[in-house]
């Protein structure tokens, strides 16, 4: 079975960072783009950060850039979301997605696998 | 940015209707749109993409069409299990961005 479960979420304070990771299964890892998604409460999607297979290639979002680090790890199946200066408005619930089809650079045709997220809030 | 505006972003259908969402590019995007359905306390799922092309056992009552800039997701005949908000996206190009959303509800 086909599976990313998130895991790392949690309380912060503001200004402090937080990891978040992605366990993948069922499928060939290193064959596909990976994407984290977020999700404020009560609003809609947000793309957060891409990443190629090789992690030669790397997006942001313009609310995360300079803040937030996207990273995998191939031999351990694991994609991760490094998040620093973390902002009230980072609170989401956070989503992996993995990219629908195989590539060597970013390609981006349709996230068709998601984990059930993990909750980032930050309040002080 | 490309920015994506869907329409309208709510509704209320019966059991059995045909359902439109449409979605708009602020620029041409190819066919580089997609759908995806979002239940209350789930992930979304990825119903269609690259505008047309339905995913595997999402039922063949869901139709997408549209190219440029312009886009339409149609649910034929609305069932039970339709209800729910729909978000396209465009993989045109990063930063990838996503319409409002439509939630479909029950008349």
């Known amino acids: 079975e086909v599976q990313l479960v998130e895991s790392g979420g949690g309380l912060v304070q503001p200004g402090r960072s937080l990891r978040l990771s992605c366990a993948a299964s069922?499928?060939?890892?290193?064959?596909?783009?990976m994407h984290w998604v977020r999700q404020a409460p009560g609003k809609g999607l947000e793309w957060v950060a891409s990443?190629?297979?090789?992690?030669?290639?790397?997006a942001y979002g313009d609310s995360v850039k300079g803040r937030f680090t996207i990273s995998r790890d191939n031999a351990k199946n694991s994609l991760f979301l490094q998040m620093s200066s973390l902002r009230p408005e980072d609170t989401a619930l956070y989503y992996c997605?993995?990219?629908?089809?195989?590539?060597?650079?970013?390609?981006?045709?349709?996230?068709?696998?998601w984990g059930q997220g993990t909750t980032v809030t930050v309040s002080s | 940015d490309i920015q994506m505006t869907q329409s309208p972003s709510s509704l209320s259908a019966s059991l059995g209707d045909r359902v439109t969402i449409t979605c708009r590019a602020s620029?041409?995007?190819?066919?580089?749109l997609n759908w995806y359905q979002q239940k209350p306390g789930t992930a979304p799922r990825l119903v269609i993409s690259?505008?047309?092309l339905l995913q595997s056992g999402v039922p063949s009552r869901y139709i997408g069409s549209g190219s440029g800039t312009d886009f339409t997701l149609t649910i034929s005949s609305l069932q039970p299990e339709d209800f729910a908000t729909y978000y396209c996206?465009?993989?045109?190009?990063?930063?990838?961005?996503f319409g409002g959303g439509t939630k479909v509800e029950i008349k």
């Open positions: 990443i190629s297979w090789s992690s030669g290639n790397i």
């Open positions: 996206q465009q993989s045109y190009r990063a930063p990838l961005t």
């Open positions: 620029q041409s995007i190819g066919n580089y």
């Open positions: 997605a993995k990219e629908r089809i195989t590539g060597t650079t970013l390609n981006y045709h349709g996230m068709n696998v």
């Open positions: 069922g499928f060939t890892f290193d064959d596909y783009t």
């Open positions: 690259l505008t047309s």
